[in-house]
Structures are given as C-alpha cells and as structure tokens.
T-cell receptor, first 109, second 113 residues
Framework: SQQGEEDPQALSIQEGENATMNCSYK?????LQWYRQNSGRGLVHLIL?????REKHSGRLRVTLDTSKKSSSLLITASRAADTASYFC?????????FGAGTRLTVKP | DAMVIQNPRYQVTQFGKPVTLSCSQT?????MYWYQQKSSQAPKLLFH???????NEADTPDNFQSRRPNTSFCFLDIRSPGLGDAAMYLC????????????FGPGTRLTVL
C-alpha cells in the first residue's frame, strides 16, 4: 500500500520539549506532505518535501526524507500547548495522495 | 480571506434518509476532493473532481455520489445513509494535481440515527 504509517500512534510531552514523529511508506513517491488536524477540525498543510529533497525547515518544524528507507520524520522543536493536535503524513505518487493514520500529539503545559 | 467552507458543520440524519453535504471554495482551485474520516483514522478519499471530470475511488460505495455544478461548489450526496456512514466528511481543494497541497474545510460531522 502506498499509504504512510505514522509512528508513534500517540505521543505526550511537556511544553518546551521536542516532538518527533515518523512516517514510513511502501512505494515510490513524488512528494510527501505533513498536515496537522486539531480536534474536530479540518487538516492544515504544514510542509511539503519533494522526493529529491532530504530536509526542509519551516519555523519550528523540520522534516527529513530518506527515500532509501522510505521514511520521513517531522520534528517540532520547543513545543507549545497549542501544538496539541494529530499529525498526518501524506504520500503523493502520480497525483494519488494517501494519508496515514496519524500521530496524536499532546503537549502538556 | 480565501477559504474552503463546509455546511452544515453538524448534520444529523436518520437511517436511510438521503442527505447532502455542501462545500464551497473561494480559492478558484481546479480540484475538489471529498474525504471520509472516522474517529482516530486517516482521511479516506472518496472521490475528486478535476474541473468537471469526476474521479471515483475504486472502493467508494455507490451510496456516495457527488456533484460539482460550478468551480466554486461541490456536493456530497449520501443516498441511503447507514450507521457505518457516521463520520467526519472533509472537503478539500488544490490548484491542480501533482505537488498538490490541499486546503481543507472544517468538516461536517454526520450522525446517523
């Protein structure tokens, strides 16, 4: 299946700590995206990394991509309570985008 | 602000009673998507429109239909809702396919009694 799988399923940390979420997938990709979803809301796009890129940054977010291992990681540095949400990776291959099941992040104040 | 709007935010229907969910966008994007998301699961793509071209996912039940009368609006029709269709329904848009960052609406929570 092309669908990404996030690890861990749930993560609980203290405010100020870093949070790392991983995504693994099984097929080729054109790009991989990370989205955030607050409870009961729609998804918000965070960052897109192309298959020929290895790392991208956006504010407190750092995404890495290792196509040889078919994996990606999302690092949120200096986490805040407002970062509490579910985080999904989505793999795109030939205009077909599939979401993983997500990591539920809880940041305790 | 340009956005994706879904109405209603909460919809309650009875088993077997047809229901229509609405999505509109001010982004003027070519592609509109409908996803079904059940609790703690990944959003599951039901279908998408590229302009007027309808693309149905192979495993989307016939019970789910869609209409896109113009660029701005897209509707999800559930002809005979079952208890298993209770879920969050998310509408999304993208400018085009490929490198397609998607912009999501807030979702409609469907309850089937």
């Amino acid at each position: 299946s092309q669908q990404g799988e996030e690890d861990p399923q749930a993560l609980s940390i203290q405010e100020g700590e870093n949070a790392t979420m991983n995504c693994s997938y099984k097929t080729s990709i054109n790009n991989l995206q990370w989205y955030r979803q607050n409870s009961g809301r729609g998804l918000v796009h965070l960052i897109l990394i192309r298959s020929n890129e290895r790392e991208k940054h956006s504010g407190r977010l750092r995404v890495t991509l290792d196509t040889s291992k078919k994996s990606s990681s999302l690092l949120i540095t200096a986490s805040r309570a407002a970062d509490t949400a579910s985080y999904f990776c989505a793999t795109d291959w030939n205009n077909d985008m599939r979401f993983g099941a997500g990591t539920r992040l809880t940041v305790k104040p | 602000d340009a956005m994706v709007i879904q109405n209603p935010r909460y919809q309650v229907t009875q088993f077997g009673k047809p229901v229509t969910l609405s999505c509109s966008q001010t982004l003027n994007h070519n592609v509109m998507y409908w996803y079904q998301q059940k609790s703690s699961q990944a959003p599951k793509l039901l279908f998408h429109y590229y302009d007027k071209d309808f693309n149905n996912e192979a495993d989307t039940p016939d019970n789910f239909q869609s209409r896109r009368p113009n660029t701005s609006f897209c509707f999800l029709d559930i002809r005979s809702p079952g208890l298993g269709d209770a879920a969050m329904y998310l509408c999304a848009t993208s400018e085009t396919l490929g490198l397609n960052t998607q912009y999501f609406g807030p979702g409609t929570r469907l309850t089937v009694l």
